[in-house]
T-cell receptor
Framework: DSGVTQTPKHLITATGQRVTLRCSPR?????VYWYQQSLDQGLQFLIQ???????AKGNILERFSAQQFPDLHSELNLSSLELGDSALYFC?????????????FGPGTRLLVL | AQKITQTQPGMFVQEKEAVTLDCTYD???????LFWYKQPSSGEMIFLIY??????QNATEGRYSLNFQKARKSANLVISASQLGDSAMYFC??????????????FGQGTRLTINP
């Protein structure tokens, strides 16, 4: 158990809908990262937050947004869902950003868009 | 931009044998970090081992060791005395970003390792 929690574990929804994925980082970790794992794109970085502020952005679609709250939990919002958004979404966390800091991954949320 | 290449889509190994999973990387940064993660069929990503670019010695963690060859830009994972529970997908990843800044991970395509009894 990495200490990172993600809810829900599974999500089935329809095209055009909006969903929210939730992540609680390990105790004390200030950085939260979101990744998407799909069959065709592999594992891709979406976005990073550090202590409530956006720190880096990857190949995140405009239909997707995220935020990190004062208690450090984070939410990833996916809207106007398309079939191609079906994927495993991971949240990871790490402490202060420094050399060799490992990112610990949550169990993931498996999203299926029908 | 950083790039990770894992050339072995799948590997089959007999139980108790050692196995080497290949990883090559490309970066122009003098400072970088390399990671290996294991993803079992259940889906979670499990951190295995880390190697920093300035580390003088190869990293080891139990049965896992990292064969780091900087000049060749390779960071192969060695698993000694393989076990059935080692069957999983293995990902090599590199930290992309300055040490004090954003530190996203760039992943390779993965190698599916199957341990046969």
């Amino acid at each position: 158990d990495s200490g990172v929690t993600q809810t829900p574990k599974h999500l089935i929804t329809a095209t055009g809908q909006r969903v929210t994925l939730r992540c609680s980082p390990r105790s004390g970790d200030l950085s939260v990262y979101w990744y998407q794992q799909s069959l065709d794109q592999g594992l891709q970085f979406l976005i990073q937050y550090y202590n409530g502020e956006e720190r880096a952005k990857g190949n995140i679609l405009e239909r997707f947004s995220a935020q990190q709250f004062p208690d450090l939990h984070s939410e990833l919002n996916l809207s106007s869902l398309e079939l191609g958004d079906s994927a495993l979404y991971f949240c990871a966390s790490s402490p202060l950003v420094r050399e060799g800091e490992t990112q610990y991954f949550g169990p993931g949320t498996r999203l299926l868009v029908l | 931009a950083q790039k990770i290449t894992q050339t072995q889509p799948g590997m089959f190994v007999q139980e108790k044998e050692a196995v080497t999973l290949d990883c090559t990387y490309d970066t122009s940064d003098p400072s970088y970090g390399l990671f290996w993660y294991k993803q079992p069929s259940s889906g979670e990503m499990i951190f295995l081992i880390y190697q920093g670019s300035y580390d003088q010695q190869n990293a080891t963690e139990g049965r896992y060791s990292l064969n780091f060859q900087k000049a060749r830009k390779s960071a192969n994972l060695v698993i000694s005395a393989s076990q059935l529970g080692d069957s999983a997908m293995y990902f090599c990843a590199m930290r992309d970003g300055p040490i004090q800044g954003a530190q996203k991970l760039v992943f390779g395509q993965g190698t599916r390792l199957t341990i046969n009894p």
